[in-house]
């Protein structure tokens, strides 16, 4: 019978888990923990877990804690201990620069040097691709299998479920129909399905672009700020149109539409990056605020898609080098790289000077 869920199932109940604020076990060899998502943590939960045995601790970023000006003993992370008068907006204004500038000393905060950080660097990462702040409250539990009987909780082993977070989900074409659009009436949409039950992604191919020879490619990630709304913030929805409408001029071509909002870390968290902009910081300084890297994108999602659909070279339309790099680590020839300059304005010109200062856009 195999009717229990895998690993990569499990991982998905376990996102959804931390989404909704219920919280979930990671096993280690000699270590397990109960981890909850800071974001969706609630005031009753936190006066249970205070009843356990055990000292809580918040695991963020170093992205994170460089701006609280915690120690990040374990390189890529801390674990902040939680103090005993610590309640439910504290660990939210750890987790969240919300209030960082009306209260900017939130310490001294005092976080742990001994001891292995390996799970909560797993707990760290489950948060992420929960698209939530990467920041997990947790509590080392002595009797980790009779607590997630007793609760129902979902469990993981770290060793098997850490691997599959760093990969990328092997993608499905799930279908395929004629789409007349005014790019190119002789356009053609693709859905593709992850294993792991995360977002579909789409393929836009523009008439019969020939499998032998470099395509016209264009690696979108959605937007829908600018893409739907046509906001002025970004250059995005004017990339999107001037990729197509050049596809379409040629006769072929395939834009890749990826669901990796805000740079990877989503809708809710890229809205939060443009209220830090409000306050004056750049896209980047607002990303490492939040406790995110520059850019959390994976670029290899597109590789795949295009081999599945029988690319091997592209003429690749990108101002990003790291789009480049990315398709050649993978398996994509990028026989040319095709400019793309449009959608500069008032709203986003020092946006854009960010992406050539700080992320080597080329501009």
């Known amino acids: 019978m195999t009717f229990a869920p895998d690993i990569i199932e499990r991982l998905a109940r376990a996102r959804a888990d931390l989404r909704m604020g219920v919280p979930i076990v990671l096993t280690g060899d000699a270590q397990a923990l109960l981890v ?21 601790i918040l695991a963020i970023t170093a992205r994170r804690a460089e701006t609280l000006k915690a120690r990040a003993y374990d390189g890529d992370l801390a674990r902040v201990t939680l103090p005993q008068d610590a309640d439910l907006a504290w ?3 750890i987790a969240s620069p919300d209030d960082d500038l009306r209260t900017p000393m939130k310490g001294p905060l005092t976080t742990e040097r001994d001891g292995p950080a390996d799970l909560h660097r797993t707990a760290i990462k489950l948060a992420k691709t929960a698209q939530l702040l990467p920041a997990a409250l947790t509590l080392p539990l002595q009797n980790a299998a009779r607590f997630v009987l007793d609760h129902g909780l979902t469990s993981l082993p770290a060793e ?19 789409l007349p659009m005014a790019a190119a009436e002789a356009g053609r949409l693709h859905i593709f399905r992850p294993e792991d039950g995360g977002e579909e ?52 071509g395939v834009l890749l539409y990826l669901n990796q909002e805000g740079r990877g870390i989503g809708l809710a968290n890229k809205m939060r990056a443009y209220s830090l902009q409000d306050q004056g910081f750049d896209t980047v300084q607002a990303n490492h605020r939040l406790g995110f890297e520059d850019d959390e994108r994976d670029f290899r999602i597109g590789a795949k898609i295009l081999q599945e659909m029988g690319f091997s ?10 789009k480049i790099e990315m ?8 026989a040319e790289r095709v400019p793309l300059k449009v959608g ?19 501009l």
């Open 91 to 93: 660990v939210h204004s």
């Open 36 to 56: 909850f998502a800071a974001e969706t943590l609630s005031a009753p939960r936190l006066h249970d877990l205070r009843q356990l045995d055990g000292h809580p």
């Open 160 to 178: 098997i479920a850490t691997p599959h977070l760093n990969a990328t989900s092997p993608l499905h074409p799930v279908v395929h129909a004629r």
């Open 201 to 252: 992604h789409y393929a836009i191919e523009i008439g019969r672009p020939a499998r032998d020879k470099p395509v016209l490619a264009r690696l979108h990630s959605a937007c829908f700020t600018g893409d739907v709304l046509g906001s002025l913030k970004c250059d995005c929805g004017p990339q999107l149109h001037a990729a197509l409408t050049q596809m379409g001029h040629q006769g072929s």
């Open 313 to 322: 070279s592209v003429r690749l339309l990108t101002n990003n080098p790291r």
């Open 344 to 362: 500069e304005n008032a709203f986003n010109s020092a946006y854009l000077a960010t992406k050539a200062s700080k992320s080597g856009h080329l």
């Open 327 to 334: 398709m050649q680590n993978t398996g994509i020839a990028v």
